[in-house]
């Protein structure tokens, strides 16, 4: 893999750790991001099979929200036949190596949070590697990178970057919308006096949570407690997402 030329730089008027809840929370794209999906679905996308999802927590207050399935990581699809073709061939070549399960996984999304300020996202037809800045309690800086496979084909590099233009960055179609939403809700956490905590209970009365719920997003704020007050982090009981029970294979032989 190799991070490929080119940054996004910009600046939002609000607490950094709202925006680490934003980059993993599984359900702000429906609603925050409705002007690009209708976008992607006139192109193309196909968003009737909803991805099974999942939050964890990954120790240390490392957290991920995964999906498996969807359609091209709710990117845009490939613009012709030809695009298309290399496209299914690429994931032909990878199911004959880790077989259709482990590729359904892999062709998931992933948004992971790599404590305390780096984040990774596998969504939208790429990757991006997203280091945010604390610069005051009331104002964060962003740098991002798009990450890609080495030797990628041309086209299928200029969908990935096609994606990653057209969704993030201060010139997408999304990330205005996150910085606007963000700064609302800093604008009123200033006006509520006494205010110390995001309500972050998203599926604790549930058995069985999934990454649309806020189980992860909870652990990264525990251990941030832990280290801030020194009281020792106490296990959820209820609201904890089934784990995803397929692993990575051993590539097949005839393709090493
Ligand atoms: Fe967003």
Known sequence: MEILHGTHEYSMRANWKMLVENST??????STH????EMAKASGADFTAMPSTRGADLGNGHIVA???GGCYGVGRP????DVRAKWDARRAELEQRYGAEWV??????????IFPNLVIIDLIGG?????IDPVRPDYLEVSAWELAP????????SLRLDNFLTFWGPGGMATPDDVEALECCQRSFATLPGSRWSDISRGMSRDVATGFDEYHIRSFWRHWNELMTGEPAVPEEHGVPEPFTVQ????????V
């Open 25 to 30: 929370d599984g359900y702000h794209l429906m």
């Open 34 to 37: 409705q002007r690009y999906l």
């Open 66 to 68: 995964e999906s498996r």
């Open 78 to 81: 490939p613009p012709n036949d």
């Open 104 to 113: 359904g996984r892999m062709y998931g999304t992933r948004n992971l949070v």
């Open 127 to 131: 990757i991006v590697v997203r280091k």
């Open 150 to 157: 080495v030797g990628e084909d041309a086209e299928l590099r």
């Open 248 to 255: 990575r294979p051993e590539p097949s032989a005839a393709s």
